[in-house]
């Protein structure tokens, strides 16, 4: 494989421009990313293999990646590329004749063509080698991905999906300019290079921390050059953070809104005050504190993914939700000044989506569990909770309901949403068991519960997937747990490693 890559690099010494070179380097480093193997990344763990390799070659082809990585890999990779290239050149390899002109560029001026829904910004960044050879970097931004915040870490408003260069930065500039005058539905406006980096660092990253993130299929190519361009903007400028909305702002909201004329004709407005709340709540913890943001895009997704897979409705509520979330976008199209146009197509989307959302939105009583149950299990509504919370929890027999008796106590009444009621179905599934390990298995069950954080449950279905049994599982979780305490980076980057863990033969 690294002979392979060497034969590539070949290429480098047939080039005489250092933006052709990195984008060669880039393609090379590309053809790896986004994969993951063991405690590693395998951008890391082979990058710094494909360095220790070129460094033996010792061929002026070597020579020439190593240039490259040293200034477009990563920070280990960088240091390993510039010592192995020294040493090449100790020994007299020769250097390509843009070795002295690679990465050395200067920002110009950065900008923003955005629709005016806030779906998808077009960042675009300009660059020049000392004045010469201008070109520009484009990053497609999807405004509708937000990193959650749980992880310590800053939000992400928003998840690079693709990159490019371009050579042609008048041609470019020119057609954004227009299409910003022109066209009722964009904007394009120039951008501070300090806050374009912060932006684009921090969606660069929750790109990189997503699994099989939705970029485009060429995206890994130019991920070592974006990485780099990036580093090259001035440092200082800070993210945006998402507004925050307590229950007394939301319920303002959803008191202005059923007030309004444009929810008038909702005939059932109990129904319709529970369906604003889900659209509100949708807006402000799923799209960056933007409860009334509106667009065709964001409507499909609350109708066709959120709520299908988040939220327990009852029929009535089925039933109004397409057409509260036509008021809701018409009421919160006035509020933001929307333009005609942006509400006409939302419309058009939300209808087109009606039909579909009766297809897609499935009540599990559909699939067997008694609606009793289901409402215990759920008293929040939280529709994906529902299969974490069964695995966590042993009341799951006969016909999927509780059944028996644990002393005195009948487990038919047991309320799986309360702490102690919890407590008594774990002593049942574990009779005799010390307090300790009952202990442990309930801290276990309460984040299981609460989804908290995300990662313990999708290491737990990645572990059934590889063959493990539940108590198995449950037992690697709780030794994760008890390794890293309350720190909760270490307990994602944990939960990775186990995630990839093959069960015994």
């Known amino acids: 494989m690294f002979d392979d890559m060497l034969r590539h690099a070949r290429e480098l010494l047939a080039v005489r421009s250092p933006l052709d070179a990195e984008l060669i380097v880039s393609e090379i480093l590309g053809s790896w990313w986004g994969h993951r193997i063991g405690e590693g990344e395998v951008e890391e763990v082979i990058g710094e293999a494909l360095v220790d390799h070129a460094g033996q ?120 300019r227009r299409e910003g005058r022109t066209n009722p539905l964009m904007r394009f406006e120039q951008l501070d290079p300090r806050d374009t980096r912060a932006v684009l660092q921090r969606a660069l990253e929750f790109t ?34 998402p507004e925050t909305y307590g229950k007394d702002r939301r319920a303002k909201i959803a008191v202005s809104f059923l007030a309004s004329d444009e929810a008038e004709d909702l005939s059932d407005r109990s129904a319709a005050s529970r369906c604003v709340d889900r659209i509100i709540d949708y807006g402000c913890a799923h799209d960056f504190g933007r409860p009334l943001r509106v667009s065709p895009i964001k409507s499909e997704m609350f109708l066709l993914d959120w709520l299908p897979r988040k939220v327990l409705l009852s029929p009535t509520e089925q039933e109004a939700v397409p057409h509260v979330l036509a008021a809701w976008v018409r009421w919160a199209g006035r509020q933001t000044g929307l333009p005609e146009e942006g509400v006409r197509a939302t419309l058009d989307a939300i209808w087109d989506a009606t039909t579909k959302f009766a297809e897609a939105y499935r009540d599990p009583s559909a699939f067997g569990l008694e609606r009793e149950l289901v409402d215990r299990l759920l008293p929040d509504g939280d529709l994906e909770a529902l299969p974490r919370r069964a695995f966590a929890l042993p009341f799951l027999s006969g016909k999927h309901r509780l059944s028996g008796r644990h002393g005195s106590i009948d487990l038919s009444t047991l309320d799986p949403s309360d702490p102690d009621d919890r407590r008594v179905m774990l002593e049942f599934e574990h009779p005799g068991a010390p307090a300790d390990h009952l202990d442990s298995h309930e801290r276990l069950t309460e984040r299981l519960w609460n989804g908290d954080p995300p990662q313990l449950w999708e290491t737990a279905q990645a572990l059934l997937d590889v063959g493990y049994e539940r108590h198995e599982i449950l037992h690697k979780l709780i030794d994760v747990l008890d390794r890293c305490g309350d720190d909760d980076a270490e307990l994602v980057k944990s939960l990775r490693v186990l995630r990839h863990e093959p069960p015994p033969e």
């Not at 004045?131 to 992400?156: C, F, W």
């Not at 099989?212 to 361009?229: I, M, Q, T």
């Open 57 to 176: 070659a010792g061929t002026p082809a070597a020579l020439a990646l190593l240039t490259g990585i040293s200034y477009l890999g990563t920070t280990r990779q960088q240091a390993k590329a510039e010592r192995a290239a020294l040493a090449l050149m100790d020994r007299g390899v020769a250097r390509p004749g843009w070795a002295d002109r690679v990465g050395a560029v200067a920002h110009e001026e950065c900008y923003v063509s955005r629709d005016v829904y806030g779906d998808q910004d077009s960042i675009i960044c300009t660059y020049t080698y000392g004045g010469a050879e201008r070109h520009a970097l484009v990053v497609l931004v999807d405004r509708n991905k937000a990193a959650p915040t749980g992880n310590g870490g800053p939000p992400a408003f928003g998840m690079v999906r693709d990159a490019w260069v371009s050579s042609q930065v008048g041609t470019l500039l020119d057609h954004c």
């Open 208 to 241: 990189n921390e997503t699994i099989d993130p939705p970029v485009n299929e060429n995206f890994g190519s130019y991920h070592a050059f974006l990485r780099a361009r990036v580093r090259a903007l001035p440092p200082g400028g800070r993210p945006p953070r």
